[in-house]
């Protein structure tokens, strides 16, 4: 069956469809063109929607502003493990007003962050293909985990398409909000194990401190749309304790 749910928490602008397909596999283009919602009519105002559901937790949301007309029209793509990139994708639109974008949420196999590097790698390569089958003209890893992972490995499979990471601009901001030139930061356990952050940060300015944990537990409580439970507030709590522990002269202040 298919449904029409207004909205999440993290982006509230947003419908979705969402419906069942009963056979593998998880990902192709043939049933993305014909699930359960259809595609919708593009043309239908100034501001359309097209949303294609693939499973009933792994879905595709298209969006844009179909009335300006860009030098270039295709649409940029976005991929994450699940709902935490539609933060990514809102400031995307809420910059650039005039692109339509594609995102696909894998929230069938999230988390990314407790699977093997080789899973994610597989999982990010299957994402970007179905996007790249889209025709999309740029991708962004709303990821951490899929960024520290897979970002190099996507570049050189499909070499045509620019893709952006997080982690970068991630690092940058920190570098330029710290003043005392220790960053803290806080990840799945893949992100963490792949130092990314930590090259990132000290590629920015190599005299910077970096203390990072990893802060699985917050994942499951995030991608269910909780902001201000008990038990947030506890994961909450306990990751960031670690960092005050530190000794005075390793507290960060990022």
């Given amino acids: 069956s298919c449904q029409i749910r207004q909205g999440v928490r993290a982006a509230r602008s947003f419908r979705f469809v969402t419906g069942t397909l009963a056979t593998p596999p998880l990902i192709s283009v043939t049933r993305l063109r014909s699930a359960p919602g259809g595609q919708r009519n593009l043309n239908a105002s100034p501001k359309g929607w097209a949303c294609t559901s693939i499973s009933v937790d792994l879905w595709i949301v298209c969006a844009g502003c179909y009335g300006l007309h860009m030098s270039d029209p295709r649409p940029i793509g976005f991929f994450d493990s699940g709902v935490g990139g539609l933060t990514v994708l809102r400031e995307a639109q809420r910059r650039l007003p005039g692109e339509s974008t594609i995102y696909i949420g894998d929230s069938a196999r999230h988390p990314y962050g407790t699977r093997s590097d080789a899973e994610v790698l597989d999982y990010a390569m299957e994402l970007a293909d179905v996007l790249v ?18 970002l190099a490995h996507l570049r050189q499979r499909h070499p045509a398409v620019p893709f952006i990471g997080v982690v970068r601009p991630g690092a940058a901001a920190a570098v330029l ?11 799945t356990e893949a992100t963490v194990r792949s130092g990314a952050y930590f090259a990132a940060i000290k590629d920015q300015n190599p005299a910077v401190q970096v203390e990072a944990r990893a802060a699985s537990a917050l994942v499951p409580l995030i991608e269910a749309g909780d902001l201000s439970s008990p038990q947030l507030v506890e994961a909450v709590r306990s990751t960031l304790a670690t960092f005050k522990e530190l000794p005075a002269a390793a507290k960060i202040d990022t």
């Fill in 133 to 150: 089958a889209r025709d999309v003209k740029a991708i962004v890893i709303a990821c951490n985990t899929a960024t520290s992972v897979a």
């Fill in 177 to 187: 909000a710290t003043r005392t030139g220790r960053i803290g930061v806080i990840a």
